[in-house]
């Protein structure tokens, strides 16, 4: 483990716990690195500092309760998840027997076209939602 692997460990170390063989080769790294070990021990003394100047705040059970009840009364919209979906192949649709009645090509052909377009279209609008819902 180098010197950068180290500070970003020790910093990690403050969310969430390390695993015992990260913490092993972290431990060993502060013994061999002073400049290091005086890192930790300055990220320490900061720790300890804040801890004993910030105070949380004590909430109430009545505080929970109500802040409890004011998220379960917010309304979740139940059609979110279709609306795009819906609007899509309804507008595709439109455009679709628009151009099959005033395009000069056969009818079959642009219906054709059109399906096709629609499909890519939809495949690739449902590809970049699910990759933002990812998120």
């Not at 063989?21 to 290091?36: F, G, I, V």
């Not at 000069?104 to 059109?114: C, E, R, Y």
Request: glycine share 6%; aromatic share 8%.
């Amino acid at each position: 483990m180098d010197c950068e692997d180290a500070k970003g460990k020790l910093l990690e170390s403050y969310d969430s716990a390390l695993s015992g063989d990260t913490k092993r080769q972290l431990e060993t790294h502060l013994t061999a690195c002073s400049n290091c070990a005086r890192f930790a021990a300055a990220l320490n003394k900061i720790d300890t500092q804040l801890k004993g100047a910030i105070v949380a705040p004590r909430l109430s059970r009545a505080f929970r309760a109500g802040l409890r009840a004011r998220i379960d009364r917010q309304r979740r919209p139940v059609w979110a998840h279709w609306l795009p979906d819906a609007a899509y192949l309804a507008g595709s649709g439109a455009a679709i027997i628009c151009c099959a009645l005033l395009l000069p090509f056969p009818v079959l052909s642009v219906l054709w076209a059109g399906v096709l377009t629609a499909t890519t279209g939809y495949s690739f609008q449902t590809l970049l939602l699910s990759s933002v819902e990812d998120l």
